[in-house]
């Protein structure tokens, strides 16, 4: 979900003993209590398992330049697999899409990331570089792995759930402030709007973030930014393991040179980095 992407959902059991008429206790009836979604996400974030996803986002920008409206859209999609570990997400490996109306569709990659290193190919990119080597790895000098928040962390779903109502049978809908939503007061001006769908045992299937964001008091970079996101599971408690291409596949990014960069950048890998 950050874009925002960070942590997911799962499952416990907690088992209750439902009585039984006198006439009819010969045989007991055991019922499955009803699992909290975020005990149900803590209990599923363990190395080993994992989950599919598919994820769709959009960003669209509007500004005004010479007192003319203009648009910029990019979007995105995803789909693939992620692996946990201790309470997170460690590692995932994805296959990218994106497009824009300036620019229309670029080839779509293979991305694999954990830590904070990602490692990308495709069929041309692969022949575009060096030898031997059929992978760029690029690494972030963020805290954080901006590539590994696809979906939302137990405090997310906690915020989320808080500030909620159902609408329909697992089926959750709200809004909050950007700067409650980021739990960051500079987060700036702007709305978010989620909505939550989870099957019966209390599992996320879907998550769609809306968010609205609009500049600093003064500001006229641009009028309003919105943000799309719509992430869908499958697939909860798999055995998942993930592992980076072998060292000697390996480029770093900073060593592409400016040809082989433009090679690799029409070959459709993302101009500015996969962060």
């Given at each position: 979900?950050?874009?925002?992407?960070?942590?997911?959902?799962?499952?416990?059991?907690?088992?209750?003993?439902?009585?039984?008429?006198?006439?009819?206790?010969?045989?007991?009836?055991?019922?499955?209590?009803?699992?909290?979604?975020?005990?149900?996400?803590?209990?599923?974030?363990?190395?080993?398992?994992?989950?599919?996803?598919?994820?769709?986002?959009?960003?669209?920008?509007?500004?005004?330049?010479?007192?003319?409206?203009?648009?910029?859209?990019?979007?995105?999609?995803?789909?693939?697999?992620?692996?946990?570990?201790?309470?997170?997400?460690?590692?995932?490996d994805?296959?990218?899409?994106?497009?824009?109306?300036?620019?229309g569709?670029k080839?779509?990659?293979?991305?694999?990331?954990?830590?904070?290193?990602?490692?990308?190919?495709?069929?041309?990119?692969?022949?575009?570089?060096?030898?031997?080597?059929?992978?760029?790895?690029?690494?972030?000098?963020?805290?954080?792995?901006?590539?590994?928040?696809?979906?939302?962390?137990?405090?997310?779903?906690?915020?989320?759930?808080?500030?909620?109502?159902?609408?329909?049978?697992?089926?959750?809908?709200?809004?909050?402030?950007?700067?409650?939503?980021?739990?960051?007061?500079?987060?700036?001006?702007?709305?978010?709007?989620?909505?939550?769908?989870?099957?019966?045992?209390?599992?996320?299937?879907?998550?769609?973030?809306?968010?609205?964001?609009?500049?600093?008091?003064?500001?006229?970079?641009?009028?309003?930014?919105?943000f799309?996101?719509?992430?869908?599971?499958?697939?909860?408690?798999?055995?998942?393991?993930?592992?980076?291409?072998?060292?000697?596949?390996v480029?770093?990014?900073?060593?592409?040179?400016?040809?082989?960069?433009?090679?690799?950048?029409?070959?459709?890998?993302?101009?500015?980095?996969?962060?």
């Amino acid at each position: 979900m950050k874009l925002f992407f960070a942590g997911l959902v799962a499952t416990a059991a907690a088992v209750g003993t439902v009585a039984v008429p006198a006439q009819a206790a010969s045989a007991t009836t055991v019922q499955a209590a009803p699992v909290d979604p975020v005990k149900a996400l803590k209990a599923q974030l363990v190395p080993g398992k994992g989950v599919k996803i598919t994820e769709s986002g959009g960003i669209t920008l509007d500004f005004t330049v010479d007192d003319q409206a203009m648009q910029v859209q990019v979007n995105t999609s995803s789909t693939g697999t992620v692996a946990f570990g201790k309470g997170n997400i460690a590692a995932a490996d994805l296959r990218v899409r994106t497009s824009s109306r300036l620019k229309g569709s670029k080839p779509p990659y293979r991305v694999i990331t954990e830590g904070r290193n990602a490692y990308v190919t495709n069929a041309d990119i692969a022949k575009a570089l060096p030898s031997g080597r059929s992978w760029i790895q690029s690494k972030t000098s963020e805290r954080e792995n901006t590539i590994l928040n696809l979906g939302v962390t137990p405090a997310e779903l906690k915020f989320m759930l808080d500030n909620a109502s159902e609408v329909a049978t697992g089926e959750y809908q709200g809004t909050a402030k950007l700067t409650d939503f980021r739990h960051d007061k500079s987060a700036g001006e702007g709305d978010v709007e989620f909505h939550l769908y989870f099957d019966e045992h209390n599992l996320l299937t879907r998550t769609v973030v809306d968010t609205t964001a609009y500049p600093d008091s003064g500001s006229s970079a641009y009028d309003q930014m919105a943000f799309h996101t719509d992430t869908r599971y499958s697939g909860w408690g798999a055995k998942v393991k993930i592992s980076a291409p072998a060292a000697g596949k390996v480029i770093s990014e900073k060593k592409l040179n400016a040809k082989t960069r433009k090679a690799v950048t029409k070959a459709g890998y993302p101009e500015d980095g996969p962060f």
